[in-house]
C-alpha cells in the first residue's frame, strides 16, 4: 500500500463507528501530516494525566503498522480502555466521512471508491464502487478519483471550496484521464494553493502531459500543479524513474516521487531509492535541478563546448 493510497482512504476513517469527536479517544501508531490535533488525538501510548473519555479507537493508516497498532490497543486496554482497533490497514468498511475524527481538520472526502482497478490499490478492494457522499466543509480533498463523479458532485465540491477559509488543495490526487478543460479553468478561477495528479503507470504518460499543459494554459503556476510519480514498482529501475520524474518537471508540473511499498512491506527504501526520493520531494531540490540544467545550456551555448 503507498502513502497515498493510504492517504486517499482519509487517514483512519471510522469503520461502523458513528460517534461524537468530543467521546472517543483517537489513537494513531505514527503522526502524519493529517492526523488530528485535538485534545483527544493520540500518537501512542496513553498518557500519565487522565484523559475525559473512556472509549479509544486505535486507527492504523499503514500495513506495515499493524503489529504496532495491536500494541497500542493493548496497552491503552490495560489503562482500563475500552478499545477498538480499526482503520485502513485492517481493511475496515468506509462509511460517511466525519470531519476531524481521523483526519485533521480542514480535510474532507465527497465520495468513496474507484473506477480503476490499479493493480497496486487497495481503494477499490476496501471501498468498492464509486460513490459520493454528502459533501462536508474543508479545504483539503483526499477523494481517490473526485473527477469521476458526476459533474454535478464536482461543481458542488468547487462551490464548497471557493466558501472555505483556505486555499483549495486537492491532496488526494486527480485522475489525469479525465481532467478537461472547464475543471483546469475553474480551477484558475479560484484560490488554488496545490493540485495534485497521478503518474502511476508509464501508459499513462500522454493524458498526464496533456492535464499539466491544461494547467499551465489556464493560468497556474508550476508550484501548484503537483505531480505524484509512483517509483520502485515491480520492474522499475532508478534511471527509469528519474526519467519520469525529469519529464514532469520539464513539460511544466512539479513531481513528487512516491516510493511503492507493498502491504507487507517493512523497513526503509534501499539507499538508492532513498536517495532519489529525498531529492524529487523537496519543491527546492527539484526546482535546483531545473536551475543547474538551465545553467548549464547557458554555459554551452557561451562555450560551444561540451561540458
Given at each position: 500500500?503507498t502513502?497515498r ?7 483512519g ?10 467521546s ?13 490535533d ?12 487522565p484523559?475525559p ?7 492504523c493508516?499503514?500495513t ?5 497498532a ?13 478499545v ?11 462509511s460517511?466521512?466525519e470531519?476531524g ?9 465527497t ?8 493493480p ?6 476496501r471501498e468498492?464502487p ?12 483526499l477523494?481517490?478519483?473526485l ?14 471550496l ?6 483549495a488543495?486537492f491532496?488526494g ?9 472547464w ?7 479560484m ?5 495534485y ?5 508509464p ?7 496533456r ?6 494554459g489556464?493560468?497556474?503556476g ?13 520492474g522499475d ?5 528519474e526519467?519520469?520524474?525529469?519529464m ?21 527504501p ?9 531529492s ?25 563546448k561540451?561540458?
Amino acid at each position: 500500500m503507498t502513502k497515498r493510497d493510504a492517504q486517499r482512504t482519509g487517514g483512519g476513517v471510522a469503520d461502523k463507528l458513528h460517534v461524537s469527536q468530543a467521546s472517543l479517544i483517537r489513537v494513531f501508531p505514527r503522526r502524519t501530516p493529517l492526523t488530528p490535533d485535538d485534545d483527544l488525538a493520540f500518537v501512542g501510548g496513553p498518557p500519565l494525566f487522565p484523559v475525559p473519555a473512556r472509549r479509544a479507537h486505535v486507527s492504523c493508516l499503514f500495513t506495515w503498522d499493524r503489529r504496532e497498532a495491536g500494541r497500542l490497543a493493548e496497552e491503552w486496554a490495560a489503562q482500563g480502555y475500552k478499545v477498538e482497533l480499526g482503520g485502513p490497514a485492517f481493511g475496515g468498511e468506509s462509511s460517511e466521512f466525519e470531519p476531524g475524527l481521523y483526519v485533521k481538520n480542514g480535510a474532507t472526502i465527497t465520495s468513496r471508491g474507484c473506477i480503476r482497478h490499479c493493480p497496486f490499490c487497495f481503494v477499490p478492494e476496501r471501498e468498492g464502487p464509486l460513490r459520493t457522499l454528502e459533501i462536508k466543509p474543508g479545504w483539503d480533498i483526499l477523494d481517490n478519483n473526485l473527477l469521476a463523479c458526476p459533474r454535478k458532485h464536482v461543481e458542488a465540491v468547487l462551490a464548497m471550496l471557493n466558501e472555505q477559509p483556505r486555499a483549495a488543495r486537492f491532496t488526494g490526487g486527480i485522475d489525469a484521464r479525465l481532467c478537461r478543460p472547464w475543471f483546469a479553468a475553474r480551477l484558475a478561477a479560484m484560490r488554488l494553493d496545490i493540485l495534485y495528479m497521478a503518474y502511476d503507470m508509464p501508459e499513462t504518460w500522454s493524458a498526464v502531459e496533456r492535464t499539466i499543459g491544461l494547467m499551465r494554459g489556464a493560468g497556474i503556476g508550476q508550484r501548484k500543479v503537483g505531480c505524484y510519480v509512483l517509483v520502485g514498482y515491480e520492474g522499475d529501475t532508478l534511471a527509469d524513474a528519474e526519467r519520469r520524474l525529469s519529464m514532469v518537471l520539464e513539460c511544466g508540473g512539479m513531481p513528487f516521487a512516491m516510493y511503492y511499498r507493498g502491504a507487507d512491506w517493512t523497513g526503509k527504501p534501499p539507499s538508492g531509492w532513498a536517495r532519489l526520493v529525498r531529492s524529487w520531494s523537496r519543491p527546492a531540490a527539484i526546482f535546483a535541478k531545473e536551475i543547474n540544467d538551465a545553467q548549464r545550456d547557458d554555459l554551452l551555448n557561451l562555450s560551444g563546448k561540451k561540458l
